[in-house]
């Protein structure tokens, strides 16, 4: 009975990379991480919003602009203007531009997911900069430049087989950080510290913290 459970939990929906293995091994095909990692991004950004102070412009769905006129010169398909984009198309965006570009199947759950929510809210190189300033924080010897390669990998490696939730902590804290900075270079964006804690503290309850 006990086992019937367990698959069937694994079948519907998988929290964690044991939820994940213990899946796989027993046959049970199970959601692809990416779409459940963006089916809580897009909780998180719901869909179309044009607030005059928002530095990212008119945005739905999470996506700006300007980020769907850069997806327009690889992504046949797109619409032209942000408020005709769908979910599926979104998606799109998230994993190409995104998902694929933070390098997150490369990074353990659940930091594949803080990872992921960064670079659609703070851009890809910030949430690499988060990252690195992270992992430096519990003594690594890392260039910051938001790029990441085999060097940060393999100190992420190093300090997750050390104690996973001190890096979990510490990068969630550098996002604390990233928002706090730029209120102190532009008051005006104080209106949104609300949204944004909220968005952290969300993404640590999903985290296990």
């Known amino acids: 009975m006990i086992e019937r459970l367990a698959i069937f939990h694994a079948a519907v929906y998988c929290n964690h990379g044991a939820d994940r293995a213990i899946a796989v091994d027993l046959g049970v095909k199970v959601m692809d991480r990416f779409l459940e990692a963006a089916q809580i991004i897009l909780g998180h950004e719901g869909g179309l919003v044009d607030d005059p102070l928002d530095r990212g412009g008119r945005t739905n769905l999470g996506i700006t602009q300007g980020t769907l006129n850069t997806a327009r010169r690889t992504i046949p398909g797109l ?43 703070c851009g ?33 490696r190093a300090a997750w087989e050390s104690d996973m939730w001190r890096v979990i902590a510490a990068l969630l804290m550098q ?35």
């Open 124 to 156: 890809v190189g910030g949430s690499g900069l988060q990252l690195q300033r992270a992992l430096n924080r519990l003594g690594a010897r890392l260039k910051e430049d938001g790029a990441i390669g085999p060097l940060t990998l393999n100190a992420l």
């Open 175 to 209: 996002r604390v950080r990233w928002h706090n900075d730029i209120i102190g270079r532009d008051k005006t964006q104080l209106r949104f510290i609300h949204g944004w804690l909220n968005r952290i503290l969300e993404n640590s309850e999903t985290a296990g913290l």
């Open 79 to 121: 619409p032209e203007r942000v408020d005709d984009l769908t979910r599926a198309q979104a998606l799109e965006i998230y994993r190409r531009l995104y998902w694929n570009a933070a390098k997150c199947d490369d990074l353990p759950e659940p930091l594949d997911l803080l990872a992921f929510d960064a670079a659609v809210n």
